[in-house]
């Protein structure tokens, strides 16, 4: 189960920070989420790394992916489900 879980509207917020530090991955249970969200779900993920692996996997499904530092060891990384994967 995913530790920081929400979802505002279209946007679905998760963040993992604690369980990466804590030595799990959480990738798949992200990407079975993503694959069954509405077309238009907009993704905040939260990381304690910039997660280029994710975002990489997320444009392999053709989606646009944005990764911003918002503090150090805090980043956010930004992605919205254009269509059905």
Known sequence: ???SFQIEGQRAVIDI???VLKG???RREILNFVKT?????IFEIH???SGEPLAATFQSLGMNAIVNEVE???FRLM???MNEI
């Open 37 to 41: 969200a509405p077309v238009g779900t």
């Open 17 to 19: 920070r604690e369980r």
């Open 1 to 3: 189960m995913m530790s």
């Open 47 to 49: 990381l304690p790394h």
């Open 24 to 26: 799990e991955h959480p």
């Open 79 to 81: 992605a919205i489900k």
């Open 72 to 74: 150090p060891a805090h």
